[in-house]
């Protein structure tokens, strides 16, 4: 997480490049020459008249598939994302067949999509414009200093050289692209619709309401605000007590695993890695079936005769809650342990030989040397898994889909996380804006979360610098 | 001295025996329901009456309700190719943050990092219309372009590892005449054989794991459905009664080529972990 604090300094850097850039294209036009001016209106011609066709031809198709998708239906698009549409579907008088007939009206859905498209299509067509006069300006100075103009194939050379970010950082970015910021994009404008269960496309149109969503989710008063600050208060209650009973657990359980006196030590780590090592949805499905109230584990209570009815792990509120956080355990501690036998390993044997020359015995070396060196190397690790945690949806939606269900909440159960809740409402409530809206406050919680922590941690780090 | 010693032994083995009980109990179950004779989810005993191979059997030859080896099938496809995609993303993207200076490189990485936080399924539904818009929801090419499509922000593991290979080498070669990307697959390629195993491995697992993407793109097309979807198909309401068994039956098979996968690159793991997050 070193990163965070380099990140914000490259921004600031950014913007003033974002000024050096301006004044780059100022210098373009007045210094440039008639085909570098010419290239601002139509790309490529530069590159034409000095021989470079194939580079030439590529901007000037840019160009002109940019133009034509834009003329016919692009610009419209980036027009209507304004209002979304504002023809309803609906049955409307037909004078020459004399009875009402059904009028498609506008579907707000692919109107925000294909707006989006479009306005990322636009700044795709900035950046190559850019790079076209960046072309022009560099065949000028090539030319002025005489030297030879390079060739399409020498070009290419390049992109496995000087310029090979380009050409492998191109696919990797492309789907970034369209599989996870377009559709981010999108669902973050969401959260300022109206787009749930009563504005259905294409039967009826959704529009923007500004903050509304957000005033409803974290005001007090409707059935969505009282759904949503139990379920925040247990989601935290959730990575809290999630977070550090794994965490304690794993490192004590690597502690006994990776005591002196233990025999064939790989052995017993097998058998507890196996429980991670199994899909979550094989190992959490089958614990789902045995808890339930005629379940294997209620059965083998019963014929132990330690108890005489069923115990209702998944369907009594308090019992739920404690069950999964136990569960979790039995998933969350071999990650824990793995982690830790690793460090435990790379404690540097000096320490403990100095402690002994000092004269400790072995209690005083574990506090003063094994716990510290543990905590300091897994301290950074505690966010990601409690942002992790805040996040976690396989645990509770595959034990139990969030139940038991409770009718004030707004189609929410009582072990719900704010995740799983953003599922239901998604999959089978229909109310995307209200689930956007989730999706948007679980990512300032987390990095809210990940800001303080690393900050703690940034300063602990300072204190003790452990080497 | 000596009795100490013997009853610190016997009490850490006795505590450890216990434990381990505890952590493969449900797995042992697992195994021991899908060879249960008797049919039906839940028994009013604990262990089986009798024993029996037809649950794997009716698994491979009765496909009229659920097809499993095509789901077996599709998954394999699926991880095959989203493996060797996303192996491709992952490696180029980590050696270009690790090994090239160029204008997008931090801005990309601080943008990665934000990315992440959003929790990642928010977006599936949007997902799900772009996949429609271009015409391929419900089919295997889609889930395929979803797993390896956000495969190049995962750039931490591997990036952290590239850091760690000695700039000289590079510089050894540049002289020698050497391209970038001749670099990239002579060198560090053939010097990070852990982590592309890793790399390889752990997106070859996904789709063998993943329930919320495949369940929302697939939807109820039974024909392309991967093994996780369509065994947690098989335990709901209307089938778990007739299907509980060959749940387990196919749960066991998934589960070991994953189990094998995961315990040969444990090692790597925890490599991962650690070096992923102090490094960043």
Redesign the interface.
């Known amino acids: 997480m070193k990163i965070q604090v380099e990140e914000i300094n490259s921004t600031i850097k950014s913007v003033s490049k974002a000024k050096a850039k301006s004044i780059f294209l100022r210098d373009a036009l007045r210094n440039g020459d008639k085909f570098t001016r010419f290239s601002f209106i139509i790309m490529g011609i530069s590159n034409l008249v000095h021989g470079q066709i194939v580079k030439g031809l590529f901007f000037l198709f840019a160009e002109i598939s940019f133009l034509v998708y834009m003329v016919t239906s692009g610009l419209e698009e980036i027009i209507l994302l304004g209002s979304l549409g504002k023809i309803q579907q609906g049955w409307v008088y037909n004078e020459t067949l004399g009875i009402d007939v059904l009028q498609d009206g506008d579907n707000s859905m692919l109107i925000l999509l294909f707006g989006i498209f479009a306005v990322f299509a636009v700044i795709m067509f900035v950046l190559i414009w850019m790079t076209n006069i960046k072309s022009a300006i560099e065949l000028q100075t090539l030319k002025s200093s005489a030297k030879k103009i390079p060739t399409f194939k020498e070009d290419i050379k390049e992109y496995l050289d000087g310029k090979l970010h380009n050409a492998l950082m191109f696919l990797p970015l492309l789907g970034i692209l369209a599989f996870t910021v377009l559709p981010l994009v999108f669902m973050i404008l969401i959260a300022f619709t109206n787009y749930d269960s009563q504005h259905q496309p294409p039967g009826s149109l959704f529009t923007w309401v500004g903050l509304e969503n957000f005033k409803t989710m974290l005001g007090i008063g409707s059935t969505i605000s009282s759904t949503f600050w139990p379920i925040l208060g247990w989601t935290l209650i959730w990575a809290v007590a999630a977070t550090f009973s794994t965490y304690i657990g794993g490192i004590l359980l690597a502690l006994l695993i990776n005591k002196k006196n233990v025999k064939i030590r790989a052995f017993w780590r097998t058998m507890f890695i196996l429980s991670i090592a199994i899909p979550q949805f094989v190992t959490l499905l089958t614990m789902q079936t045995m808890l339930q109230d005629e379940g294997a584990m209620n059965v083998l209570l019963q014929e132990i005769g330690l108890i005489s009815g069923p115990i209702h792990f998944l369907t009594d509120v308090t019992l739920a809650r404690i069950t999964v956080i136990i569960v979790n355990l039995w998933i969350g501690i071999p990650f824990t342990m793995l982690t830790v036998t690793g460090i435990l390993m790379n404690i540097p044997k000096e320490l403990y030989e100095a402690a002994k020359v000092d004269g400790a015995n072995s209690v005083v070396i574990f506090f003063k040397i094994t716990m510290p060196y543990i905590l300091f190397i897994t301290a950074p690790t505690l966010i990601t898994a409690f942002i992790g945690n805040i996040n976690n949806f396989n645990v509770i939606y595959l034990l139990t889909k969030g139940g038991p269900a409770n009718l004030n909440y707004f189609q929410a159960g009582k072990t719900d996380l704010l995740v799983t809740w953003l599922y239901k409402l998604t999959t089978t409530g229909k109310e995307y804006s209200y689930a956007s809206t989730i999706g948007i406050i679980v990512f300032i919680l987390s990095v809210i979360f990940s800001l303080l922590l690393y900050r703690k941690t940034a300063a602990y780090k300072e204190e003790g610098d452990f080497s | 001295m000596k009795i100490r010693?013997l009853l610190?032994?016997s009490l850490?083995?006795i505590?450890?025996f216990v434990?381990?009980i505890?952590?493969?109990a449900?797995?042992i179950?697992?195994i021991l329901i899908s060879f249960r004779k008797e049919a039906g989810?839940?028994?009013?005993?604990?262990f089986p009456k009798a024993l029996t191979l037809d649950n794997y059997i009716k698994l491979f030859t009765d496909t009229k309700q659920f097809y499993f080896i095509r789901w077996f099938g599709n998954t394999f496809f699926v991880a095959i190719c989203s493996c060797i995609?996303s192996t491709?993303?992952?490696l180029?993207?980590s050696?270009?943050l690790s090994r090239?200076r160029?204008?997008i490189?931090?801005?990309f990485?601080?943008f990665a990092?934000?990315?992440g936080?959003?929790?990642?399924?928010?977006?599936?539904?949007?997902?799900y219309?772009?996949l429609k818009?271009i015409g391929i929801s419900q089919s295997l090419i889609a889930l395929i372009?979803?797993y390896?499509?956000?495969?190049?922000?995962g750039f931490y593991i591997a990036k952290g590892f590239f850091d760690t290979i000695p700039k000289a080498l590079d510089e050894s070669a540049l002289i020698d005449g050497a391209?970038?990307?001749?670099i990239?697959y002579k060198i560090i390629l053939p010097l990070s054989k852990p982590i592309m195993v890793f790399t390889v491995l752990t997106s070859f697992m996904a789709p063998?794991?993943d329930?919320?993407f495949a369940?929302?793109i697939m939807g109820d097309n039974y024909d392309n459905y991967t093994v996780?979807i369509g065994?947690?198909k098989m335990?709901d309401r209307e089938f778990?009664n007739t299907f509980?068994t060959q749940?387990?039956a196919g749960?066991v098979l998934?589960?070991i080529p994953?189990?094998?996968l995961?315990?040969i690159m444990?090692k790597y793991?925890?490599?991962g972990?650690?070096d992923g997050?102090?490094?960043?």
Request: proline share 4%; with cysteine; glycine share 6%.
């Open positions: 010693k610190d032994f850490t083995h505590l450890l434990l381990s505890i952590w493969i449900p797995i179950w697992v989810s839940f028994t009013p005993y604990f995609l491709f993303y992952n180029s993207t050696y270009c090239l160029f204008r490189r931090k801005p990485m601080s990092l934000v990315l936080m959003f929790p990642g399924f928010m977006s599936m539904i949007a997902v219309y772009t818009g372009l979803v390896s499509g956000g495969a190049g922000l391209t970038k990307f001749q990239f063998w794991m329930y919320i369940s929302v996780a065994l947690t335990l778990i509980y749940f387990a749960a998934v589960s994953i189990a094998i995961f315990i444990q793991y925890v490599e972990i650690s997050s102090v490094k960043g």
